[in-house]
């Protein structure tokens, strides 16, 4: 059973940074695609890719986070993180890490266990 723990949301004001971060435990994970996924209140309960990280530390961003948005992984530690800077209200979300993420055509698609996620609120 995978649990995943998101953490460091909070309220920020537009041009500022946070940093997520994300603990992962119980099944050995270190060789999936871990990655950030967010939720609005527009998108459903559909979640948008946001950035992903390979096992050897390769990344892809969503066109929204490129330049912007750094994504990292400790295998060692279970943790991966998402440094955001230069924030506009568009960010605001609530944010969700995942540590099964499957690519299908260039796509990246969640998988397995969702934590519950931290609220990111930019204001303008």
């Known amino acids: 059973q995978v649990r995943l723990v998101e953490s460091g949301g909070g309220l920020v004001q537009a041009g500022g940074s946070l940093r997520l971060s994300c603990t992962i435990s119980?099944?050995?994970?270190?060789?999936?695609?871990w990655g950030w996924f967010r939720q609005t209140p527009d998108l459903g309960n559909n979640r948008e890719f946001v950035?992903?990280?390979?096992?050897?530390?390769?990344?892809n961003y969503a066109d929204s986070a490129k330049g912007r948005f750094t994504i990292a992984r400790d295998n060692a530690e279970n943790a991966l993180y998402l440094q955001m800077s230069s924030l506009n209200p568009e960010d605001t979300a609530v944010y969700y890490c995942?540590?099964?993420?499957?690519?299908?055509?260039?796509?990246?698609?969640?998988?397995?266990?969702w934590g519950r996620g931290t609220q990111v609120t930019v204001s303008s």
């Open positions: 995942n540590a099964e993420v499957q690519v299908y055509k260039g796509a990246y698609y969640p998988a397995g266990t």
């Open positions: 119980g099944k050995l994970l270190s060789h999936t695609i």
């Open positions: 950035a992903a990280v390979t096992p050897t530390g390769s990344t």
